[in-house]
Structure formats: C-alpha cells, structure tokens
C-alpha cells in the first residue's frame, strides 16, 4: 500500500500552490486517487516523482500538453526525438540570447558615443548596414509590400534601429529629402536572415566622418541638421562621397516634445 498524501502536503513538497498542483492534474500529469467515503484526493510517491519528472522536462522548455504526450509514450525512442527537437529549441534560444547581451553592451557603448561625439567629428569605419525606407521624410509608405516587410522588420526588435539616409545627389543639389527606416548592422543579418533585395539596401562598411546629431519633433529633419558636418568636411579638404547614414541611438519624451540622437557617417573618399 503506497503511502497518501494530500494535495496540500503534495503542494507543500513541490514547492508549490494547491491551485497550481490541480493544474498539473487537469493536465493529466497526474492523475490522484479520490477516497469514496470523504471525495478528497490523494496523491502517492508515484504522483511524487511524475511531478518532479515533469518539472525536469518544464526546465527544457516543454509545455505542459508536450509533457502529458511525454508521459503517455510507451517508447524510449519517441522520449529521445522530442528531447533532440527540444535540444535545438535551446540552442537557438542561446544564440538568440548571447546576440542579446551583445546587442545590450552596444547600446549602452552608443549612448556613450553620442554623449561624447555632439558638436564633435572623427574619421572611423561605418560598420555595414542593411536599411528599408519605412517613410519618406514624414509620411509612412502604405503599400502593402512595404507594410508587410516593415512588420517582419518591427519583429527583429532590439536588433534593428530607427534611421534616416540622406542621399549624396540631394546634398548636392541642396535638397532637404530624406527617407527614414529601419536599420541592422550586418553582424546580425546571418541570424535574422537579412539580405539585400529590391526593398532592403545594403551600405557596405567605409570611411567616413563621425559625429552625432540632436534632432526634435518641434523642428524638422533637414539638411540644416548636417551643416556643421558638411562644413567640417569642406574645412578639412574631404569630399562626400556617398548617402549620409544616420542611426538613433536613443529616443525620449520628456513633456510635450520627442527628442532623438543621431549618430550620423559622413562617407569620405580616403585621405591617405
């Protein structure tokens, strides 16, 4: 005769509520024995070591219906696929969380970098980018094939980032269009499947001059936001030669009004 245990003593040695246990149950992890004469139910040390079983598989990742099939297969096979498939569940997840802790200490190095680098330039590499244009300037594009592609892109958050391209023909000519978008450095596209197509363009890594620029929804992005970078290049004898990249590293709302910062890649032909 196997020792009984009330749901409560049961709850008490899982480390969990009663009501949680009665999950367990209507989830057919275990199934306890009902005494006729008073209706409560009871558990044994089988039900015991089921749940502790299950507990192992819920720290795999498996649900609680994968572990009721779990529990009804009669095959040590069957057991072992679904521990492989779940292998590879956990190994995705390690990647997709070693690439987040990457992700996090690049952010916090830009905040950095735009604190330092307003009114500031230097001349570094542009890591390479892949950008879609979600608007142009401040009008959101409505196509459904860009809507679709903005929604699949919206779903890569925290690797993607907010960012406008100035091309290098409208600076020339002194006109104020800009597209904004999305963007993602290049180390990240093999792991979310980015490539170059008709929508998404791809800036290859250059030389250009850095800085970092404040903008504010009360007054529009425009040229007038590249000027001082513009004038440090003619200063300095160094010719644009390429669109003007810009990433948002941070976006707040204090009161009424939206601030952004931009680092901002003037591309250079080389000095050297």
């Known amino acids: 005769m196997y020792q009984k245990y009330s749901i409560g003593t049961m709850a008490h040695l899982m480390g969990i509520s009663a009501e949680a246990l009665r999950y367990y149950e209507s989830k057919n992890i275990v199934s306890p024995i009902r ?35 779990l529990f009804r297969s009669g095959e040590l096979s069957q057991v072992r696929e679904k521990m492989e498939d779940q292998e ?45 244009n979600t608007q142009k300037k401040y009008t959101l594009f409505k196509e459904k094939e860009q809507l679709d592609l903005i929604s699949e892109w919206s779903e890569k958050e925290p690797f993607v980032f907010s960012c406008a391209v100035f091309y290098e023909k409208d600076i020339r000519d002194g006109n104020s269009d800009f597209d904004f978008g999305l963007g993602l450095c290049e180390e990240y596209a093999p792991f979310l499947n980015v490539k170059e197509s008709e929508l998404v363009q791809y800036y290859p890594p250059c030389l ?11 007054k529009y992005l425009s040229l007038d936001n590249l000027a001082d970078g513009l004038e440090f290049l003619r200063q300095n004898g ?11 590293v941070c976006m707040t709302k204090p009161e ?17």
Not at 93 to 106: C, D, G, S, V, Y
Not at 238 to 248: A, I, K, N, P, R
Request: charged share 25%; with cysteine.
């Open 35 to 69: 005494d006729p004469e008073t209706g409560y139910r009871y558990f044994n040390t089988w039900d015991f070591h089921m749940l502790l079983r299950a507990r192992h598989y819920q720290n795999y990742g498996f649900s609680l219906e994968e572990i009721g099939e």
């Open 208 to 218: 250009c001059v850095h800085t970092c620029v404040p903008s504010r929804s009360s």
């Open 88 to 132: 590879a569940v956990i190994e995705k997840e390690i990647i997709r969380q070693t690439n987040l802790l990457k992700r996090i200490r690049q952010s916090q190095s830009m905040l950095k970098d735009a604190m330092d680098s307003v009114g500031k330039f230097r001349i570094e590499e542009r890591p390479g980018i892949y950008r879609m």
């Open 256 to 272: 009424e009004e939206y601030f952004n910062w931009h680092l901002v890649w003037f591309p250079i032909a080389s000095p050297y």
């Open 238 to 248: 160094l010719t644009l030669c390429g669109d003007v990249v810009t990433q948002v």
